[in-house]
């Protein structure tokens, strides 16, 4: 199977035919519990927690689109957020991308924090900066690359360079790319994490989330949380998964295709100020993301000014709906700083730069001509 290319692994890893009745999907398993053999002894299953087929299955099917050791499915992207630190102790600090999914940073301040890990977050396109940052109980850097929303890239390859000589491990959000256009174990990490609610999903009807480990004491580990925690994904909504990451590659070409074209759409518009988009020369990481992904990707954000226009314009669109989450077929635009990032204080938003006119687009699989339109017509209205 290893050999195979993304698109063919995409189709068939983890999704081979039922060995008991030869059903070409993967059968979802509703089941809590596993009838045992004897004392100690079972088909490979127990307790749904510990384990379930389904499960195994999009696990599988993960850890091979991501080239590492071993998947784990968790129920939400913060559920694998929360996995990545959940084995951490007391004094144990943390280095985390300074402008990311809001989330997160709840995650991190208003929980893991009270746990006594410390948790700072660096400016990661600093790469002094996160040199300085290790100290010798640092446990795990942090990436999210791109950001959410401001699309700010952090240069994995190098990052990892720098924990590694200190013996940290380094774990990316691979959210936004996808495991199509990133591939963050290649460029040495060490895990990665996904919101599989997005891009992997496709679809908007089910939230999700992954690690992939690169090393067997990652799935120690993880099957630990796992089954100590309980935070893990529904058989369904695995099997909603798996269906999404077979239509994968095709569903990223387009998404691929329309986003450049909104963005170059969007660059030469008047009312479109501080537009991130990677995939336009302008970019100030333009070179890293060419360097380091395999497209740009559909996720971008621009400013209209103040909260007032980014109301009038989520307002007049049309196609595009004002909807919080990404990585869907259909277009979504939302105002970060009242949805994603509601969460965090006006300092903390201003501190890295989500503004109140601030706009996130997760451009959809539609017509691009549909898109454009229908952006045209809403910012004619701000
Ligand atoms: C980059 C990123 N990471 C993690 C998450 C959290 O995922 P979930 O909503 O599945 O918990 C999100 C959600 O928007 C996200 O955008």
Redesign the pocket.
């Known amino acids: 199977m290893s050999d195979l290319k993304f698109a063919t692994l995409a189709v068939h890893a983890g999704q081979e035919p039922d060995p008991l009745t030869g059903a070409v999907n993967v059968p979802v398993y509703l089941s809590s519990t596993f009838e045992l053999t004897g004392i100690g002894t079972d088909k490979g299953w127990d307790y749904s927690r510990a384990g379930n087929p389904t499960r195994d299955r999009v696990e599988l099917a993960l850890a091979k689109l991501e080239g590492g050791h071993s998947g784990h499915a968790f129920a939400?992207?913060?559920?694998?957020?929360y996995a990545l630190v959940a084995t951490l102790h007391a004094g144990d600090h943390v280095i985390c991308s300074h402008n990311?999914?809001g989330?997160?940073v709840r995650l991190f301040n208003m929980i893991v924090r009270h746990y006594g890990i410390e948790i700072q977050y660096v400016d990661m396109s600093d790469l002094e900066a996160v040199a300085a940052a290790i100290r010798p109980n640092t446990r795990l850097v942090h990436i999210?690359t791109p950001t959410?929303p401001l699309m700010v890239l952090t240069d994995i390859a190098a990052v990892c360079q720098i924990a590694h000589a200190r013996g940290v491990e380094v774990s990316v959000?691979n959210?936004?790319m996808s495991p199509v256009l990133q591939s963050p174990l290649q460029l040495g990490a060490d895990i990665v994490?996904h919101?599989?609610?997005?891009f992997l999903n496709g679809h908007s009807d089910g939230?999700?989330?992954a690690l992939v480990g690169s090393r067997p004491e990652h799935k120690a580990r993880f099957m630990l949380v796992q089954k100590a925690a309980g935070g893990i994904m529904s058989p369904f909504e695995c099997f909603l998964v798996l269906r999404g990451i077979r239509t994968l590659p095709l569903r990223m070409k387009q998404h691929e295709e329309n986003g450049r074209a909104v963005a170059e759409f969007l660059s030469t518009h008047p009312k479109v100020k501080r537009l991130a988009y990677p995939g336009l020369k302008s970019h100030p990481q333009h070179e890293l993301a060419a360097r380091q992904q395999r497209g740009f990707g559909s996720m971008l954000s621009f400013d209209l000014g103040t909260r007032d226009a980014a109301g009038r314009f989520l307002a007049a669109i049309r196609v595009f709906l004002n909807a919080?989450?990404?990585g869907g077929v259909e277009s979504l635009a939302s105002h970060s700083a009242s949805t994603?990032h509601a969460s965090l204080t006006d300092a903390e938003r201003e501190a890295v730069g989500i503004t109140d006119g601030l706009v996130r687009l997760s451009v959809g699989i539609e017509d691009k001509e549909d898109l454009i339109a229908d952006l045209a017509q809403a910012l004619a209205k701000v």
Do not use: H, P, Q, R
């Open positions: 939400s992207g913060m559920a694998a957020i990311v999914y989330g997160t999210e959410n959000d959210t936004f994490m919101s599989t609610t997005k939230l999700g989330g919080e989450s990404l994603t």
